[in-house]
């Protein structure tokens, strides 16, 4: 069963960094692309960075290009989101899935994800205090 589970979250404060898990099991991360979401209450989903793991090429939302750095590591089957200069706007659950082969140039168009979708796992709480 091709499962990923999500964890690092927290409470930080403003300007503070975090670094996100998504531990992948029953399958290897380094034929697929991984995207992490996030969803803060009461708004619409948000794609915020993928990465096709066999390239270690990545796309990244404005809104964190420049604090926010995704990764994998092959040999732990993991894809990590670095987070820095955290702000109270990126307060909200994050997500990990699967994104496909790759992730496209135009990430995330065609991605369905704005109203959240099956194949998220709980996801893990990120808090930023101002």
């Known amino acids: 069963q091709m499962q990923l589970v999500e964890s690092g979250g927290g409470l930080v404060q403003s300007g503070g960094s975090l670094r996100l898990s998504c531990a992948a099991s029953?399958?290897?991360?380094?034929?697929?692309?991984i995207g992490w979401f996030r969803q803060a209450p009461g708004k619409e989903a948000e794609a915020v960075s993928c990465?096709?793991?066999?390239?270690?090429?990545?796309v990244y939302a404005d809104s964190v290009k420049g604090r926010f750095t995704i990764s994998s590591d092959n040999a732990k089957n993991m894809v990590y989101l670095q987070m820095n200069n955290l702000k109270p706007e990126d307060t909200a659950v994050y997500y990990c899935a699967i994104e496909g082969a790759f992730c496209g140039d135009n990430w995330p168009d065609g991605s369905v994800y704005r109203n959240g979708r099956a194949d998220w796992g709980k996801g893990t709480l990120v808090t930023v205090s101002s």
């Open positions: 990465i096709t793991v066999s390239s270690g090429s990545t």
């Open positions: 029953g399958f290897s991360v380094n034929y697929y692309g």
